[in-house]
């Protein structure tokens, strides 16, 4: 009876111990094989050209799982200053990894000017026709779509081209600030507004608007794309190496088929 009773014991114990080391990798999940997961915050100007190089990427490394948080550079800024868990940060503007650089938040080894853009004024597919950008001070356009300058560089550089052009202060009454660019993109294809800044990039995945003017580069600070590595990133290899498949010529070819250009080094 001792001897059945010793038997039942040894084979609980034994299924125990295999039931227990079968599940720890699964618990853990820091087996073999687990995926490692990476948080990009970006400037939503990027939306499209990161969907597609999110799905390349993960199709070519299955232990890798990109996670994208998509807004305003300033206030992805902000989260990162707060302590949002954020492997790479890519900004729409250069004045945003500047501060994070300046405050120790960022690896200054990893930085890059990754990408550059175009700024264009966008209109209604059957809006006004604007030749020239005196136009906006006339009574064909009432209401005027740009981002808010603080926060989204968008907002900023056509900022900096109305004050270039003189007409910053006579337009105040029209302006109609958004969130982010791509709101800005849908104040115009709803009909919310006459006009609006937005990237070249973003202007490509508009429905029913038109391109009426390209911004000249003279007329504001370069637009730049500065992407880095978060100091506290919790992981740090993985977003280097996804970063310079961003700037690989992979990674580029796709950026330029959604109206980016590749960053001045």
């Given at each position: ?50 969907g ?5 990427y ?6 890798v799982?990109?996670?994208?948080n ?17 492997d ?5 503007g ?5 501060q ?121 600070k370069?637009i ?42």
């Amino acid at each position: 009876m001792k001897k059945l009773a010793a038997g039942v014991l040894l084979l609980f114990l034994v299924a125990a111990l295999a039931a227990g080391c079968g599940q720890t990798p699964g618990k853990s999940g820091r087996g073999a094989g687990a995926q490692k997961e990476v948080t990009v915050s970006a400037a939503i100007s990027l939306k499209d050209a990161l969907g597609k190089i999110k799905a390349d990427y993960e199709k070519a490394h299955p232990d890798v799982k990109i996670t994208y948080n998509l807004g305003a550079s300033g206030a992805l800024q902000q989260q990162i200053e707060q302590g949002a868990p954020v492997d790479l940060f890519i900004s729409a503007g250069a004045s945003q990894m500047d501060q994070l650089a300046k405050e120790g938040l960022i690896d200054p080894a990893t930085r890059v000017n990754l990408l550059s853009n175009d700024l264009v004024l966008v209109t209604p597919q059957n809006g006004p026709q604007i030749k020239d950008f005196s136009a906006l001070a006339g009574p064909a356009v009432k209401k005027i779509g740009l981002g808010l300058p603080k926060t989204v560089p968008a907002g900023k550089y056509a900022q900096e081209t109305l004050d270039s052009l003189k007409l910053w202060d006579k337009l105040q009454p029209k302006l109609v600030t958004a969130n982010d660019v791509r709101q800005v993109l849908t104040y115009v294809e709803t009909g919310n507004v006459d006009a609006g800044f937005v990237y070249r990039s973003d202007a490509m995945m508009g429905k029913n608007i038109k391109v009426a003017l390209t911004v000249p580069d003279n007329l504001h600070k370069p637009i730049v794309y500065p992407a880095a590595v978060v100091k506290n990133a919790r992981q740090k290899d993985v977003a280097r190496e996804f970063l310079n498949y961003l700037a690989s010529p992979p990674g580029m070819q796709v950026f330029e088929q959604y109206g980016l250009k590749p960053g001045k080094k």
